[in-house]
């Protein structure tokens, strides 16, 4: 019998989205990456975007079940624009390193909050890390 996918073993789309929720409000409440962040972009986005939140926690469910390997894909409200790639929507962001790292370790502790098991949880965390010269190109090129 083959092992399940990590989506499967995170317990499919909801759990997923469960954990996309919390990771998302933390993200809103953390003083380096929220609402009362340094970051302009992010500060400008939590004032007069903070609507698109909801499309956000949608969005980022989707893109999380593609890359656990479920059934269901990340579509970019871009045209064209579908690819698991980062570096487009994240760039004009200026994201620095020590927000990408405070962003990573909110999620660890949101896993934590669902008692994610470590194997499980060590996959996502490196899934994440993996993108993080993309997420920070903005400041990095």
């Known amino acids: 019998?083959?092992?399940?996918?990590?989506?499967?073993?995170?317990?499919?789309?909801?759990?997923?989205?469960?954990?996309?929720?919390?990771?998302?409000?933390a993200l809103a409440s953390d003083p380096i990456v929220g609402e009362n962040s340094a970051n302009s972009f992010l500060k400008d986005w939590y004032a007069n975007k903070s609507w698109r939140g909801a499309g956000f926690k949608v969005l980022t469910t989707l893109w999380v079940s593609e890359k656990a390997g479920g059934p269901y894909h990340y579509v970019s409200t871009e045209p064209n624009q579908d690819s698991l790639d980062l570096e487009p929507t994240h760039y004009d962001m200026k994201l620095t390193e020590e927000e990408f790292d405070?962003?990573?370790?909110?999620?660890?502790?949101?896993?934590?909050?669902f008692d994610v098991p470590d194997r499980e949880k060590n996959e996502v965390l490196d899934a994440f890390m993996a993108h993080k010269n993309e997420v920070i190109s903005g400041t990095i090129k």
């Open 1 to 25: 019998m083959a092992e399940q996918s990590l989506y499967e073993r995170l317990g499919g789309i909801y759990k997923i989205a469960a954990v996309v929720d919390h990771f998302g409000d």
């Open 102 to 113: 405070a962003a990573g370790q909110l999620l660890a502790e949101t896993l934590d909050h």
